[in-house]
Protein backbone atom coordinates (compact mmCIF):
# COMPACT_ATOMS: atom_id res chain seq x y z
CA UNK A 1 0.00 0.00 0.00
CA UNK A 2 2.79 2.45 1.13
CA UNK A 3 0.00 5.63 2.29
CA UNK A 4 1.17 7.76 4.28
CA UNK A 5 -0.59 9.20 7.85
CA UNK A 6 -2.49 11.90 6.18
CA UNK A 7 -4.36 9.35 3.76
CA UNK A 8 -5.34 6.62 7.33
CA UNK A 9 -6.76 9.58 8.33
CA UNK A 10 -8.79 10.56 5.63
CA UNK A 11 -10.24 7.07 5.36
CA UNK A 12 -11.48 7.35 8.83
CA UNK A 13 -12.91 10.83 8.25
CA UNK A 14 -14.59 9.41 5.25
CA UNK A 15 -16.41 6.54 7.08
CA UNK A 16 -17.54 8.84 9.48
CA UNK A 17 -19.38 10.77 6.86
CA UNK A 18 -20.73 7.61 5.47
CA UNK A 19 -22.08 6.71 8.98
CA UNK A 20 -23.20 10.05 9.52
CA UNK A 21 -25.27 9.87 6.34
CA UNK A 22 -26.24 6.23 7.17
CA UNK A 23 -28.13 7.76 9.95
CA UNK A 24 -29.60 10.82 8.54
CA UNK A 25 -31.26 8.62 6.30
CA UNK A 26 -32.62 6.21 9.33
CA UNK A 27 -30.50 3.17 8.33
CA UNK A 28 -28.46 2.53 12.03
CA UNK A 29 -27.26 -0.67 10.65
CA UNK A 30 -25.24 0.85 8.18
CA UNK A 31 -23.86 3.69 10.62
CA UNK A 32 -22.88 1.20 12.98
CA UNK A 33 -20.87 -0.99 10.01
CA UNK A 34 -19.53 2.64 9.13
CA UNK A 35 -18.53 3.71 12.54
CA UNK A 36 -16.32 0.46 13.21
CA UNK A 37 -14.80 0.71 9.86
CA UNK A 38 -13.99 4.47 10.78
CA UNK A 39 -12.28 3.03 14.19
CA UNK A 40 -10.33 0.95 12.28
CA UNK A 41 -9.08 3.28 10.06
CA UNK A 42 -8.57 5.24 13.01
CA UNK A 43 -6.75 2.86 14.66
CA UNK A 44 -4.41 2.07 11.60
CA UNK A 45 -3.65 5.73 11.55
CA UNK A 46 -2.54 5.60 15.30
CA UNK A 47 -0.17 3.11 14.46
CA UNK A 48 1.41 4.90 11.86
CA UNK A 49 1.87 8.06 13.79
CA UNK A 50 3.59 6.03 16.57
CA UNK A 51 5.75 3.97 14.39
CA UNK A 52 5.45 4.30 10.47
CA UNK A 53 4.03 2.19 8.23
CA UNK A 54 3.79 -1.04 9.88
CA UNK A 55 2.39 -4.25 7.44
CA UNK A 56 3.75 -6.44 9.45
CA UNK A 57 2.54 -5.60 12.95
CA UNK A 58 6.32 -5.19 14.42
CA UNK A 59 9.25 -2.82 12.84
CA UNK A 60 11.26 -5.24 11.13
CA UNK A 61 10.36 -3.11 7.70
CA UNK A 62 11.90 0.32 9.59
CA UNK A 63 15.57 -1.95 9.28
CA UNK A 64 17.89 -1.09 6.03
CA UNK A 65 18.88 -4.12 4.28
CA UNK A 66 22.37 -3.77 5.91
CA UNK A 67 20.94 -3.90 9.47
CA UNK A 68 18.39 -6.74 8.40
CA UNK A 69 21.15 -8.91 7.08
CA UNK A 70 22.87 -8.55 10.98
CA UNK A 71 19.57 -9.63 12.47
CA UNK A 72 19.57 -13.04 9.79
CA UNK A 73 23.09 -13.52 10.98
CA UNK A 74 22.58 -13.01 14.53
CA UNK A 75 19.39 -15.54 14.22
CA UNK A 76 21.55 -18.36 12.08
CA UNK A 77 24.20 -17.73 14.96
CA UNK A 78 21.66 -18.62 17.69
CA UNK A 79 20.24 -21.68 15.58
CA UNK A 80 23.61 -22.84 15.90
CA UNK A 81 25.29 -22.12 12.65
CA UNK A 82 29.01 -23.50 12.61
CA UNK A 83 29.91 -20.67 9.55
CA UNK A 84 28.58 -18.06 8.75
CA UNK A 85 30.21 -15.71 5.72
CA UNK A 86 28.32 -12.50 4.80
CA UNK A 87 29.73 -12.04 0.70
CA UNK A 88 30.65 -8.80 -0.39
CA UNK A 89 28.49 -6.84 -1.96
CA UNK A 90 28.01 -6.43 -6.00
CA UNK A 91 29.34 -3.20 -6.84
CA UNK A 92 28.25 -3.67 -10.28
CA UNK A 93 24.13 -3.74 -9.36
CA UNK A 94 23.13 -5.67 -12.42
CA UNK A 95 24.12 -9.31 -11.45
CA UNK A 96 21.56 -12.03 -11.64
CA UNK A 97 23.04 -13.90 -9.14
CA UNK A 98 23.30 -12.62 -5.01
CA UNK A 99 23.59 -14.10 -1.83
CA UNK A 100 23.27 -11.88 1.62
CA UNK A 101 24.26 -14.18 3.96
CA UNK A 102 26.27 -18.02 3.83
CA UNK A 103 25.34 -20.07 6.94
CA UNK A 104 26.95 -23.91 7.26
CA UNK A 105 25.87 -26.10 9.57
CA UNK A 106 28.40 -28.48 9.60
CA UNK A 107 26.71 -31.18 12.02
CA UNK A 108 23.40 -30.98 9.77
CA UNK A 109 25.59 -31.68 6.25
CA UNK A 110 23.75 -28.12 5.30
CA UNK A 111 24.68 -24.72 3.50
CA UNK A 112 21.93 -22.10 3.87
CA UNK A 113 22.27 -19.39 0.88
CA UNK A 114 19.84 -16.66 2.47
CA UNK A 115 19.07 -13.11 -0.03
CA UNK A 116 17.73 -10.76 2.20
CA UNK A 117 15.38 -7.48 1.04
CA UNK A 118 13.70 -4.98 3.49
CA UNK A 119 11.13 -3.77 1.51
CA UNK A 120 7.44 -2.67 2.54
CA UNK A 121 4.32 -4.02 0.58
CA UNK A 122 6.19 -6.91 -1.20
CA UNK A 123 8.95 -9.00 -2.88
CA UNK A 124 9.60 -9.43 -6.65
CA UNK A 125 10.67 -12.58 -8.49
CA UNK A 126 13.92 -10.82 -8.76
CA UNK A 127 14.60 -12.14 -5.40
CA UNK A 128 14.60 -15.52 -5.51
CA UNK A 129 15.88 -15.45 -9.36
CA UNK A 130 19.17 -13.98 -7.70
CA UNK A 131 19.54 -16.40 -4.66
CA UNK A 132 19.21 -19.15 -7.11
CA UNK A 133 21.41 -17.71 -9.53
CA UNK A 134 24.42 -17.40 -6.62
CA UNK A 135 23.69 -21.00 -5.47
CA UNK A 136 23.74 -22.72 -8.67
CA UNK A 137 27.21 -20.38 -9.28
CA UNK A 138 28.84 -21.09 -6.22
CA UNK A 139 27.76 -24.64 -5.23
CA UNK A 140 30.41 -26.70 -6.00
CA UNK A 141 32.72 -23.93 -4.70
CA UNK A 142 31.03 -24.31 -0.82
CA UNK A 143 29.78 -27.58 -1.28
CA UNK A 144 31.21 -30.98 0.06
CA UNK A 145 28.67 -33.56 -0.56
CA UNK A 146 26.31 -30.65 1.49
CA UNK A 147 22.72 -30.23 1.30
CA UNK A 148 22.12 -26.83 -0.23
CA UNK A 149 19.01 -24.48 1.10
CA UNK A 150 18.11 -20.83 -0.43
CA UNK A 151 16.05 -18.72 1.69
CA UNK A 152 14.69 -15.59 0.25
CA UNK A 153 14.16 -13.56 3.80
CA UNK A 154 11.64 -10.32 3.02
CA UNK A 155 10.47 -7.85 5.37
CA UNK A 156 7.53 -7.16 3.27
CA UNK A 157 4.08 -9.31 3.76
CA UNK A 158 4.11 -10.91 0.65
CA UNK A 159 6.01 -11.65 -2.77
CA UNK A 160 4.56 -10.60 -6.06
CA UNK A 161 2.82 -13.12 -7.65
CA UNK A 162 1.66 -16.89 -7.07
CA UNK A 163 4.04 -18.60 -9.58
CA UNK A 164 6.91 -17.15 -7.47
CA UNK A 165 5.54 -19.23 -4.60
CA UNK A 166 5.20 -22.23 -7.30
CA UNK A 167 8.58 -21.88 -8.80
CA UNK A 168 10.51 -21.43 -5.07
CA UNK A 169 8.70 -24.68 -4.48
CA UNK A 170 9.89 -26.58 -7.01
CA UNK A 171 13.28 -25.36 -6.72
CA UNK A 172 13.40 -25.66 -3.17
CA UNK A 173 14.12 -22.10 -2.07
CA UNK A 174 12.44 -21.21 0.60
CA UNK A 175 10.58 -17.87 0.13
CA UNK A 176 10.46 -16.19 4.24
CA UNK A 177 7.77 -12.85 4.35
CA UNK A 178 8.31 -10.42 7.58
CA UNK A 179 5.68 -12.07 9.77
CA UNK A 180 7.21 -15.38 9.60
CA UNK A 181 10.46 -14.40 9.96
CA UNK A 182 9.18 -12.19 12.96
CA UNK A 183 8.25 -15.56 14.52
CA UNK A 184 11.33 -17.40 14.13
CA UNK A 185 13.35 -14.31 15.57
CA UNK A 186 10.94 -15.10 18.53
CA UNK A 187 11.37 -18.41 17.93
CA UNK A 188 15.11 -18.57 19.37
CA UNK A 189 14.96 -15.34 21.49
CA UNK A 190 16.08 -12.37 19.69
CA UNK A 191 14.65 -9.08 19.56
CA UNK A 192 14.39 -6.95 16.38
CA UNK A 193 13.67 -3.52 17.80
Known amino acids: MGWDGVTYLHKAAEYEKWAERARSCGRYDLAILYEIKAKEWFTVYKEWGEWGYMPLGNRLWMKTTEELKDIVKSYMEKAGATYIFMPPLDNEGNKTEDCDVIAIFLKLNVLFYIHVRSQTDYTDAWALEQVLGYSEQYENSFNDGMTNIGWVITTANKFEKREIYE ?23 LEYD
Open 167 to 189: EANKRHVRLINGDEFKKMLEDVG
